[in-house]
């Protein structure tokens, strides 16, 4: 995989073929040899499995397009707080950190379900590389063994107990973010909303890289890119079916925090949301950093045309991945930026 993604991009679209042009945008290149790739694989789909060899399979896939481990500093495996007990965690310090104390809690995605420390390990060690901030991944509890709210309340939990690491852990706690990637993206806004609500330690800041932010509605892009596309809508359905036990509520803001009123969030933590042009939850999330911003929220929108849900683990090789990771790694270290530290590194008049 790393000579192919070393090749010049003319002999990569020579190898995709036909460019793929959707909704007036065309497909990457390195997302479309992507999914050439993961065509070829024999594994049947994950939502088709039972729920360890699904597991299995994402792990396998996460391994699939690693690459060799991106140099940090140092990386430490530990424990937060959970809401019911300690959970495992990953602090990756990285080697220059031109802003001590800002960190980052990250949330893996994988709906809920799947994913882990390992399969996020990459897009971690990237974010602490390139923003300079320490990152803390959590490994919260999945469904369906922990249904809603369980992966809620560890989120929040799991923040506050990193808040509270202050010193020890070299913390500044004023200047803790959260963030994540799809279901880790969700669970990173519920937390910031929940914290600005209770009146708590709350954010800093938000990294929602394509959350999932409606369980109830369907949008434009669940139309059009519902399957060949890395996610697919039958994956979607699957993933709120483990999560959400039969009765709950699809519209609770916990669940779908796009079916809140704008009053709901004001006064929560800025955010940078990212959304890919062929993923199906490209329209919920843009709806989404929509909707923060009618709330007075200072908010960023980025989509990244051309990509796929699941970018942000395609940063061990390539280069239309590790760009766009590198936008999301310079926001947060933007949004966590020391006002006092930036003045006194401003060069003098």
């Given at each position: 995989m790393r000579g192919l993604y070393a090749l010049p991009l003319s002999a990569l679209r020579a190898l995709a073929g036909r460019p793929v042009v959707l909704d007036g945008q065309?497909?990457?290149?390195?997302?479309?040899?992507?999914?050439?790739?993961?065509?070829?694989?024999?594994t049947p789909s994950f939502e088709t499995l039972p729920i360890e060899e699904a597991r299995a399979a994402i792990r396998h896939e996460a391994a699939m397009f690693a690459g060799l481990p991106i140099p940090v500093g140092r990386v430490v495996?530990?424990?937060v707080a959970g809401a019911d007990g300690p959970l495992r965690a990953r602090r990756y310090l990285p080697a220059h950190s031109p802003d001590p104390g800002a960190t980052l809690?990250?949330?893996h995605g994988g709906g809920w379900t799947v994913g882990d420390l390992d399969t996020h390990d990459?897009?971690?060690?990237?974010?602490?590389?390139?923003?300079?901030?320490?990152v803390v991944a959590v490994d919260y509890r999945l469904a369906p063994e922990h249904p809603f709210?369980?992966?809620?309340?560890?989120?929040?939990?799991?923040?506050?107990?990193?808040v509270a690491r202050g010193a020890d852990w070299g913390i500044d706690p004023a200047r803790v973010a959260v963030g994540g990637d799809s279901a880790g993206a969700s669970l990173s806004a519920v937390t910031a909303n929940l914290a600005a609500a209770d009146g708590g330690p709350a954010p800093a800041f938000q990294l929602l890289i394509y959350p999932a932010t409606d369980a109830v509605g369907t949008t434009r892009s669940h139309a059009l890119f519902a399957d060949?596309?890395?996610?697919?809508?039958?994956?979607m359905v699957w993933y709120y079916d483990q999560f959400l036990p039969p009765g709950i509520d699809r519209s609770d803001p916990r669940v779908s925090p796009l079916r809140q009123p704008a009053e709901a969030l004001r006064g929560v933590a800025p955010a940078y949301v990212v959304t890919a042009g062929f993923d199906p939850l490209r329209d919920e999330g843009e709806a989404y950093a929509a909707l923060l911003r009618d709330a007075g929220v200072p908010v960023a929108l980025r989509r990244h045309r051309g990509l796929i849900h699941g970018f942000a683990n395609l940063v061990g090789f390539g280069r239309a991945g590790r760009l766009a990771m590198a936008e999301?790694?310079?926001?947060?270290?933007?949004g966590l930026r020391s006002r006092t530290g930036a003045d006194a590194e401003r060069p003098a008049d």
């Open positions: 065309v497909l990457d290149v390195e997302a479309q040899i992507a999914l050439r790739g993961m065509a070829l694989d024999p495996d530990t424990e809690v990250f949330f990459q897009t971690c060690r990237f974010l602490a590389a390139h923003s300079g901030v320490q709210p369980a992966a809620i309340d560890d989120a929040l939990a799991a923040f506050r107990d990193v060949g596309f890395f996610l697919t809508e039958a994956q999301a790694a310079g926001a947060v270290a933007l």
